[in-house]
């Protein structure tokens, strides 16, 4: 006989006597569910600033490392322009023109990063003072007023804030020599 075919049971499965009274565990204080979400916020929005904290690291680790690349590309691209004709002369014209486009893609690169660099040679003094360091003078007549007559190292700016100042000296006229009417 299949238990479809058997009769319908009318005795209840289990009686109200089956069930015993447990104590309640502790004191009986228990979480109410808003408390328990309250909590879990709390652990998500710590967790939640630590990862910000790291991301900022991280960006700010690589801001640091692109200004570094700047400079690095910068000094590259002068010694790649000083070299250029001795690389055309020894038949490696091609060669010279390939590092100079990948020069201009790394500089592309680092813009689109928002990183650019200034190369402040031949600037009056009074236009890049804020943004270089001066390390020396060159006093020559070939220099009518105080200008920037080498750059050692290039202005780094990341979206037009100077991050890192450029190292330069400054030609001026000889000291006996009095300025150009523009720099009174």
């Not at 600033?49 to 400079?71: I, K, N, P």
């Not at 020894?90 to 650019?116: C, I, N, P, S």
């Not at 007549?141 to 920037?148: G, R, S």
Request: aromatic share 4%; proline share 9%.
């Amino acid at each position: 006989m299949s238990s479809s075919d058997e009769p319908p049971s009318t005795e209840e499965p289990y009686g109200w006597d089956a069930f015993a009274e447990r104590p309640v565990p502790g004191d009986g204080d228990f979480e109410s569910p808003a408390k328990e979400l309250g909590a879990v916020l709390r652990r998500y929005r710590a967790d939640l600033g630590a990862e910000r904290g790291r991301a900022r690291d991280a960006a700010s680790d690589a801001l640091v490392v692109a200004v570094e690349q700047g400079v690095l590309v910068a000094q590259f691209a002068a010694a790649l322009e000083r070299r250029a004709d001795a690389l055309r002369e020894a038949g490696l014209g091609l060669v010279h023109k390939e590092l100079r486009v990948l020069k201009d893609q790394m500089l592309e690169a680092l813009r689109g990063g928002g990183v650019t660099v200034q190369d402040p040679v031949g600037l009056p003094l009074a236009e890049v003072a804020d943004r270089v360091e001066v390390i020396g003078w060159r006093h020559a007549p070939e220099y009518p007023a105080p200008v920037v007559a080498e750059t050692h190292e290039v202005v780094v700016l990341h979206r037009g804030t100077v991050v890192r100042p450029g190292q330069v000296t400054m030609g001026a006229p000889p000291p006996n020599e009095p300025p150009d009417e523009e720099q009174r």
